[in-house]
């Protein structure tokens, strides 16, 4: 889990920066740097030679990671970017749930 609760295949919405607005699901979370990966956010250009691997080279886009405090968790419920809160179940086990809705995300 990053610091700031987002997790894998998590559905985001970017608050800041060129792609504000936009909402995408999380593809990878790169805790080094704080960063995750979200699905057509943040793209980029990269220059490809072509290789034995890759075959055809030329100019592909591809996503580059955003800062994790430029994302915000989208509920799954009430559909608005929330704050994940914490909560420990009757199970003892820890579950995030929404601030808004107070609905569990991770069951």
Known sequence: MSEMGIKKNDQVVVIAGKDKGKIGKVLRIVTKSGRALV??????????????????????????P?????????CSKC??????????LEDGSKARFCRKCKEVLDA
Not at 45 to 61: N, Y
């Open 79 to 88: 559909g608005k970017p929330t704050r994940m809160g914490r909560r420990v």
């Open 66 to 74: 955003v800062h994790l405090s430029n994302l915000m968790v989208v």
């Open 39 to 64: 699905e057509k956010v943040n793209m980029v250009k990269r220059h490809q030679r072509p290789s034995a691997k890759t075959g055809k080279g030329g100019i592909l886009e591809k996503e580059s």
